[in-house]
């Protein structure tokens, strides 16, 4: 059974003129192409399919809106990093993201997907810094644990943590073997609930160039 029962797609938006009503709460979604960001969307609200995956990088191209149940959103941001979008496009997805932050009232928080095994990428920091930039809570998604051991995956999560200095929360995550589901639920629906300019409390396991927006 699905944990947002009531989810579903909305809308796609290429300019802020198709943007939903600005109305209610939604946390974005973002990462790198490839750092498997629609399969744990998938995962976390408990819906095959629900967002396209894809092997080829530059799969997720518009700006996508879900409606886990009315009133809040989970809002699938285009995937950045990956050179081989053009540069007119990607300087449009950019554009879009950027206008994305700024102009939505409703945003309360973003989750940030990172392949774990290589994590922090000057996108990824981008990414960060822009979200921070507005004040908006982060939360991290080191996917892909299960391709490392426990110590290693463990030793990246560490290693991450203590380069945010506690500006985000971390968790790892696996799509593959679901670990870090229930904690990645609760850590969205605290996100729905918070408020900009807030300082993220508590991690959500018990242990401690260009711009964004481009690409998958």
């Known amino acids: 059974m699905s944990a947002y029962p ?3 797609f909305m809308t796609s938006a290429d300019a802020a003129r198709q943007f939903p009503p600005d109305q209610g709460s939604e946390v974005a979604i973002a ?3 490839n750092a498997g960001k ?4 998938n995962a976390v609200v408990g819906r095959k399919g629900l967002a396209r995956t894809s092997r080829t990088p530059g799969a997720t191209r518009l700006i996508n809106f879900f409606e886990l149940d009315p009133g809040r959103r989970l809002v699938d941001l285009p995937g950045y990093g990956f050179a081989a979008v053009p540069g ?3 300087r449009h997805w950019g554009d879009l ?5 700024g102009a939505r009232a409703s945003l309360k928080g973003v989750i940030v997907v990172m392949d774990v095994r290589h994590p922090l990428r000057s996108h990824d920091r981008s990414m960060l810094e822009l979200a921070l930039g507005h004040g908006l809570p982060l939360h991290l ?5 299960d391709k490392l051991g426990r110590g290693a995956a463990r030793a990246a999560l560490n290693a991450v943590q203590r380069d945010l200095e506690g500006s985000a929360t971390v968790q ?6 679901g670990e870090g589901l229930n904690p990645a639920r609760a850590r969205l629906d605290a996100l729905l609930r918070s408020r900009k300019k807030e300082t993220p409390v508590g991690p959500a396991e018990p242990t401690g160039e260009d711009k964004p927006g481009i690409g998958g």
């Open 6 to 8: 009531n989810v579903k």
């Open 31 to 33: 990462g790198r192409s």
């Open 38 to 41: 629609s399969s744990a969307l």
């Open 88 to 90: 007119e496009l990607r």
């Open 97 to 101: 993201v950027d206008t994305y932050f």
């Open 141 to 145: 998604l080191l996917t892909k644990s």
């Open 172 to 177: 790892l995550f696996s799509a593959l073997s």
